[in-house]
Structure formats: C-alpha cells, structure tokens
C-alpha cells in the first residue's frame, strides 16, 4: 500500500471534446493535469490534479538557459469492455528515472506516479478517444525550476503529466515513408545525452529534418557520431531491418535511446521463434543487403507511431526503395499485434497491459 | 535611424539594491526587463520593457519538452565618469543568430536589440554595481513557446532580457582552480550543438561537472566527441595555452562555441605581437609539454570569469601542475587588459566598448 494521496481542484468550466476527423498530435489538451514540485529540504511534494492552465515561472528558470529537463510519453486507450488500458508503462517510468540520473534531476517514484497517472486518467475517462488509430496521449515532464543563472543542477524542480487526446502521429498513416540518411548532422554520441529523453536532443535535430524535408522526404535516419557509419536511430524512433530473413535492430550504446516499443518488438520477435538480433549495423552493410536483394523490410518503432514503415531510403547517391514502397507483411503483423495488445482487441499474453478501474 | 519605439511599465515596486560582501552569481535580478514576442504572422513584435516578473506559459509550451533555446551573457559597467560600458555586444547579438540558425529560431534584428538593450540599462543604471570585479551581467535568451507536442520548429517565440548584478563568477576570484579532464562523457560533437549556446549544451555536462567535484575538482576539461583525444573547452569556457612562449588555443570546429572572450584574447596576443595558434591540440601533447618543463600557462576565457587560471590538470593517471599553482604572467596580464578595457581604466585602442548615454 502505498502514499498516493493528492488533492484533486476539479475544472468548473470544461471544454468540448474535439470532434471531426482532425485531430492533429499533441495540440488539444484534456481538462486537468497533474503536477507535483520538489525542493531539496521536502524533496517530491504536494502531488496535486489541478485545471489544465499556464504555468507560472520566474524569467531566470533554469529550465529557460540550461534545458534541464525529461520528459516520457506513453498511450491510454479504452479496451471493448470500456475501460483504460495502458501499455508498460512502468518501463516508460523507470526510463525517466534512468533519464533523471543522467540529467541531475532526482528521482522519481515509479510507483506513486503510475498511481497518480491513474487517478488523472479516471478522472479524464471521457477524453480517451475510442475511434480506430487514436489514444490518449500521455506526457510525463520533469522542468529545473530553480531561478539561478549558475551553471549547475537545479535545487527545484516541477514534475507534470498533461493529457492529449490524439489520431495516428502521421497523418499518412501505416503508409510507408520516404528516410534520408543524415550525413552532417548528429544526433548524440557515446558520452553525451542520447540514451535520456531530453528537450536538447529533440531540438537539436530540427535543422537536419528542415533538410531531409527540403529534399522531400519525411524524416532524417541518424548515424553514430563517432563514425558516421552505424545506423543508430530513425527521427524520434528506433529503427529494425529484416534482412534475409533476419531481424536487424541497433544494439543499445551509450548514444541510442532504449524504445519501449522496440523492446516489445523484440520480446515479440522472440516468442514468434523469428531470428532477432541487436547489433550495430552499418549504412555500407545495408546497402550491400539491398543490392544483393536481401533487405526485405524497414521500419522505425516508438511510442508515437508504434510502427512506421520505410519505403524509400536515401544515402549519399543511393536510394533504396524497400519492399516496392508496400508495407512489408512482418512489419504489418507487428503493427497489427502491438496496437492489438494496447486496445485489448488481441489477447495479452505477455501481461504488458494494465487496466485502470476504480483505485 | 532604427525604429526601437518600445512601450516602458515602470515598477512601482522596486526592490531593494544589493547591499554587502555577498553577491552570488545570477541570482539577484533588476526591477526591469526586457521582452518581444514572435509568430510566424507577425515576425518579432511588441517590445516593451515591464516590470520584473514571472512568465506565464501553457504547459505544452515546447521549451518544457524539446528544448528550443538559445541565450547570451555579456556584462556592462560603470566607468570613472559614471557612464555605462557595454563590452563588444554586437559579438554578443551575431552569436546569437548564429545560434538562432543553428536551432531553427528566426533571426531578431541586432541592432534593433542593442538599442532595447541601451534603453533597458539606462533605466537600470542603478543596479550597475560600482565595486571593483563586480558588474551588471547581462542575459538575453529566447525560448519556444507554442503549445504543441509535435516534435518540430516552435512557431511562436519569446525573446526576453534579464538583468543580474553580480561578482565575481568564481567566489575564489582569480586564483588558479583545478581541472579534470573528462574521459567519458561529452560535451559536444561535430554535427551537433555545440557551436550554439543553447540550454542543451550545458545541462548535458552537469553529470560530468559533479564527478569532478566529487573528486575535488573545480570544473571538466571537453574532449572532442570522436577521438576523445582532442582539447576543446574546460566547463564553460575556451581555453589557452602558453607552451615554450607560445600561445595555443584549440581551433574552431563543428563542435567548439566561438567565445568573445576568446576572440579578444586572440586579437591582444596578435597586437602584442606574441604568437597565438589556433589549432588541434591532443592531451598527448599537453602531457609531452607539460613533462619537458614548456607548459607555462593555462587558463578558461569566458565572459563570466573573464579569464580563469588553472593551477592542476588531472588527465587519467597524470597531474599536472602549472606554474607552481600561481597564476601565470600572461595570464594576470590578459585578465587585468581585458577587465580595464570593459571598466574603462584603460584605454580602448580596439574600439570594443561601447558608453551608453541618453539615446
């Protein structure tokens, strides 16, 4: 049993749902939020639900100058009984604690926080969309608060989980996108931030992205920053290649955020019997694979998109057009399985679903 | 003539100044400040100067989640005529559109922004601390503000300027400190942000920064994130070598920030005619200097220290000692040039400084 007790300001002025077959990610946001603060003589305390609102914070905000910050994202969905279902999202709070220790920020119950997520989640039952492809988007966030200009780790912090009602994350769909291999850009490398869901390693990326979209193509895969050689992730996702038969997916480094989703994949991979490996893999290998004719499927994995096939890869001069720019079957079935098991429409085997009823 | 109408809210409430021996970096802040907005619409607009005060923002504001940031520190003064001294502040402003470019943050104008500036400090003037080492730190910075989880370029900004008395950065002054070079973890790497003074850059090294001080340790000497191998800053500073007569500085990369204070200390040594490189420097080099007895100086340069002599530098197994744990010649010199030049105790033969009067 544990200390979940919060005071909950119920809103007295909802909005409307949103409605229509427009629901662009990450833009409408539900009615409450839950936010809790921490300083170092209290540390993690008063742990409230309050209106979704502005947020209130002085101009010298650590946050503002020095970017120290994680932040998670997992779904809510409504199973065919009605009720929320969440996918692992204990492996979404350990990872934030695993972020938290790389960016100085400290720890957080994982346990209190799932408990808090879930009084957030009942009372916001009504804004989990139950149409085919949407969820509710969940946004954990941790912000350095202190007003201080020293370069240095923040004594306050605000800890915060607000709620979006979204469609698919691309408005394209399951359908197959066009990658562009980014060549100049890095997005982390050994030694730096790269395994922890931080603002900066986001926008860091925004200039390579500009470029790949500039030569039409709808995200950038990143290479390692030491060489310029292995493959390590696709935009915001990780990324797998069925290769001959086999299932190819970076191995984790210190540079390459660990996916919830690729993780699933992997586990799912295993338990079909079908050959998974984690290992690097480099742009000239797969290259090699494709003019042999052996790269059969490509697809990026997170939490976002789920599954995001590749069709067309553009590396220097070479560009491979994947499995005819059709889906291939494996990633399909992956797809087809994991949102199953998320919306409880396929059974659970692996236990990865949590059910919120009343607490 | 530049339009820089700008609507001023004086405070009615100002705060007591300062008063005593104490005076911690950037924590202390003036009664003013400055602010502007920016849309995609509108371009950057409604600058005014108000009153002190919190910022509001929605929760999803994307600078709590990716990141999107950019600032800048410089310093003003008062001189023996009791006029207002601005340091080379247009090196301050270019930067910062580079910066802006770097992270996909629209260009503000720089004059436009010098003349808010001016008019923001004149309004301050009092909180411009007269007492030797101490000065009025100056912080421009822009953070993203549109409410929105997808991960792409804000199209909303806001560009503020805050103001800080403050002393000296290092509470021990300019006595030499002590150096741990970091072997595993990153500050920046080519393609990366490193060259962008961007909030990212800095929280990213806090893990890096506590290991030092766990180890006794003032600040981390940067490697270059591919080889590990090469100088590239020492916590957030450039930094300058006197090896037999010579003076060394790592050379601009992909991954270095482009310091004011690097740039004056560079164009000093040049007038002086005493030779200064810019080039690779390796810590096999270093160490090979510092054993043959040629290794006669080390210091940061940075604009909140100034310059910042290293008295021990910690490589893996290796200590060096330098210069006996006294600060160097050269250094005192270059410290005692650059700090007379922004106070105005010396002459400005380079035209660096700039006196605001009335506008």
Same mark, same amino acid.
Request: proline residues 8%; hydrophobic residues 40%; aromatic residues 10%.
């Given at each position: 049993m544990i200390e979940a007790k919060l005071d909950i300001v119920e809103n007295q002025n909802k909005k409307p749902k949103p409605e229509g077959d427009d629901l662009p990610f990450g833009q409408v946001f539900t009615d409450h939020m839950f936010t809790m603060e921490y300083t170092r003589?209290? +540390? *993690? #305390?008063? @742990?409230?639900?309050? @209106?979704?609102? @502005?947020? =209130? !914070? $002085?101009?010298?905000? &650590?946050?503002f100058h020095y970017g120290q910050s994680v932040f998670e994202g997992l779904k809510a969905y409504l199973n065919s009984e009605g009720d929320i279902q969440l996918f692992r999202p204990e492996e979404n709070l350990k990872r934030m604690n695993r972020s938290n220790g790389r960016m100085s920020i400290p720890p957080i119950s994982e346990e209190l926080v799932i408990n808090y997520l879930k009084q957030l989640l009942l009372l916001e039952k009504e804004w989990i969309p139950n149409e085919e492809g949407r969820s509710l988007y969940i946004r954990p966030f941790v912000i350095a608060t202190e007003a201080n200009l020293a370069v240095a780790p923040s004594q306050s912090y605000k800890f915060m989980i607000i709620l979006s009602p979204v469609g698919s994350y691309y408005p394209e769909g399951i359908h197959p996108v066009s990658i562009q291999v980014e060549e100049h850009f890095t997005r982390a490398v050994r030694g730096g931030t790269g395994t922890a869901k931080t603002g900066g390693n986001y926008c860091g990326g925004y200039k390579a992205q500009e470029k790949a979209a500039d030569r039409g193509h709808a995200q950038v895969m990143w290479l390692d920053g030491v060489h310029k050689k292995y493959i390590e992730e696709v935009g915001s996702m990780n990324v797998f290649f069925k290769i001959n038969g086999q299932i190819i997916t970076p191995e984790l480094n210190d540079s390459i955020l660990e996916g919830v989703t690729r993780k699933s994949i992997i586990e799912l991979l295993k338990h079909w019997n079908i050959d998974v490996i984690e290992r690097k893999i480099s742009m000239e290998e797969l290259l090699q694979a494709y003019e $042999?004719?052996? !790269?059969?499927?490509?697809?990026?994995? /997170?939490?976002?998109?789920?599954?995001? @096939?590749? /069709?067309? !890869?553009? *590396?220097? $001069?070479? =560009? &491979?057009?994947?499995? +005819?720019?059709?889906? +291939? $079957?494996? =990633?399909? #079935?992956l797809y087809n399985t994991i949102t199953g098991i998320q919306t409880g429409k396929l059974p659970d085997t692996f236990n990865w679903t949590e059910t919120v009823k009343e607490l």
């Open positions: 003589e209290k +540390g *993690w #305390f008063q @742990p409230q639900i309050v @209106p979704y609102e @502005p947020i =209130t !914070l $002085d101009p010298a905000a &650590m946050i $042999d004719g052996q !790269l059969e499927e490509a697809f990026g994995a /997170g939490t976002a998109a789920v599954v995001s @096939p590749i /069709g067309e !890869l553009s *590396w220097q $001069d070479e =560009t &491979m057009i994947i499995n +005819g720019r059709q889906t +291939g $079957d494996l =990633t399909k #079935f």
